[in-house]
């Protein structure tokens, strides 16, 4: 199994290099060409590391002989819309690692079994399943993601894994 830890300062470039390949490798075709092309590793590495000192997130990666594969990222949504309190900012792995069981452990390292939101783009049915799978359904809200404008929606695990749902904000 490959070890899941809390993101520290010695994996934050490997973790910004991580997240460009894997939108590049998830979402070519998607996105525009140029808007993949325009990553900065050592622009994406600071802003990394500026979400880890902030504690505002709880970051986890998945590592391959020290090398960052995989990561997810959590914490209070940012939503306003949200009908819960948390939200999963990010989860992705290398394509190589798909169906390897490490995006469900970096899922349940960043949210446990607490209800959550978080936002997919649409039109990508590996990724809408794998979240159905996790106990998530679209709850009907979209936007576009400001970065590619790629239109998105939530969903959301409205109950906490085996609770009742009374722990769900209204």
């Given at each position: 199994?490959?070890?899941?830890?809390?993101?520290?300062?010695?994996?934050?470039?490997?973790?910004?290099?991580?997240?460009?390949?894997?939108?590049?490798?998830?979402?070519?075709?998607?996105?525009?060409?140029?808007?993949?092309?325009?990553?900065?590793?050592?622009?994406?590495a600071e802003q990394w590391e500026r979400?880890?000192?902030?504690?505002?997130?709880?970051?986890?990666?998945?590592?391959?002989?020290?090398?960052?594969?995989?990561?997810?990222?959590?914490?209070?949504?940012?939503?306003?819309?949200?009908?819960?309190?948390?939200?999963?900012?990010?989860?992705?792995?290398?394509?190589?690692?798909?169906?390897?069981?490490?995006?469900?452990?970096?899922?349940?390292?960043?949210?446990?079994?607490?209800?959550?939101?978080?936002?997919?783009?649409?039109?990508?049915?590996?990724?809408?399943?794998?979240?159905?799978?996790?106990?998530?359904?679209?709850?009907?809200?979209?936007?576009?993601?400001?970065?590619?404008?790629?239109?998105?929606?939530?969903?959301?695990?409205?109950?906490?894994?085996?609770?009742?749902?009374?722990?769900?904000?209204?």
């Amino acid at each position: 199994m490959h070890p899941i830890r809390e993101l520290g300062a010695n994996h934050v470039r490997s973790l910004a290099e991580c997240h460009i390949d894997c939108w590049r490798e998830s979402y070519r075709g998607m996105v525009p060409d140029h808007v993949l092309a325009a990553f900065d590793v050592d622009k994406r590495a600071e802003q990394w590391e500026r979400i880890r000192r902030s504690g505002t997130a709880k970051t986890f990666v998945a590592l391959d002989h020290g090398v960052v594969i995989g990561f997810s990222s959590s914490g209070p949504t940012r939503d306003p819309g949200a009908p819960v309190d948390r939200e999963l900012y990010a989860l992705y792995l290398r394509g190589s690692f798909h169906g390897s069981g490490i995006a469900t452990a970096l899922l349940d390292a960043a949210i446990g079994p607490d209800p959550v939101a978080l936002w997919v783009f649409d039109d990508n049915p590996r990724a809408e399943a794998f979240y159905r799978k996790s106990g998530f359904d679209a709850d009907g809200a979209r936007r576009l993601e400001p970065f590619s404008g790629v239109m998105e929606v939530r969903m959301i695990r409205r109950q906490a894994l085996g609770t009742a749902p009374d722990r769900v904000r209204e």
